[in-house]
């Protein structure tokens, strides 16, 4: 275990627990909402618990337990650097998980979104995947599983709200060419929309220019 790592841990956390007070739009906090949050506080605690030493580590060997922690670094830097990324696209604030108005009047598809459709969800899963290398323990390997599979949940519901907004036959397009958490390898031939699961929305300013070249006219 080591201190440093943990310590980025924290700072990833922290960015994580920033967004919904500098970034994202107010909105309702709904037990929906709660579940989603719930394993990255779970997380945040159980790596502040490690390093005042009321956590442990499972017990690996000196060379495992190595290549974990350097796993870790690149991990959590990765979801910082995708957090500030997919924040810098946006010319206005995107909403909160789980909320009943979250279609945007037109799609994102430019910087991060040009290959993954939730960046946000994907630096979210880094984040606790950083935090299971940093701190091998039943618990933060079970939160990753757990929060994962939340977010793999929030984001099919919110594609679905999505495919049946005016803005379906658009984004079903979309889905055809990006993932939903990791970058296709080729696009979609078969003419359907992807299995569905989210997409980082955003309520953007009218003007073309506020979505990036990629946006639709």
Known sequence: ???????????????LGALPVAFFRPGRLSWEWWLTAAPFFADAGLVLGALTGAASPAPLPPRVASVLTL?????????????????????????LWHQKEDTP???????????????????FILMLAGAAAAL???GTLALLAIGTLQLFRTARREERRLLTSRLGAQY??????????????????????????????????????????????
Not at 8 to 13: E, P, R, S, V
Not at 87 to 94: I, K, L, Q, S
Not at 111 to 122: E, K, L
């Open 71 to 95: 796993a870790a670094v690149p991990l959590l830097a990765i979801a910082i650097g995708l957090v500030g990324c997919t924040v810098g696209v946006h010319r206005a604030p995107v909403s």
């Open 136 to 138: 091998p323990h039943a």
């Open 172 to 217: 079903a397009r979309y889905t055809r060419r990006t993932g939903r958490f990791v970058p296709r390898l080729r696009p979609r031939s078969d003419g359907s929309a992807a299995a569905i699961g989210p997409a980082d929305w955003t309520a953007e300013s009218s003007s073309p220019a506020a979505t990036g070249p990629a946006a639709p006219a």
């Open 105 to 123: 009047p037109r799609l994102i598809t430019c910087g991060p979104y040009s290959r993954i459709r939730h960046p946000f969800y994907t630096a």
């Open 1 to 15: 275990m080591d201190a440093a790592a943990l310590l980025l841990c924290l700072c990833a956390f922290a960015l």
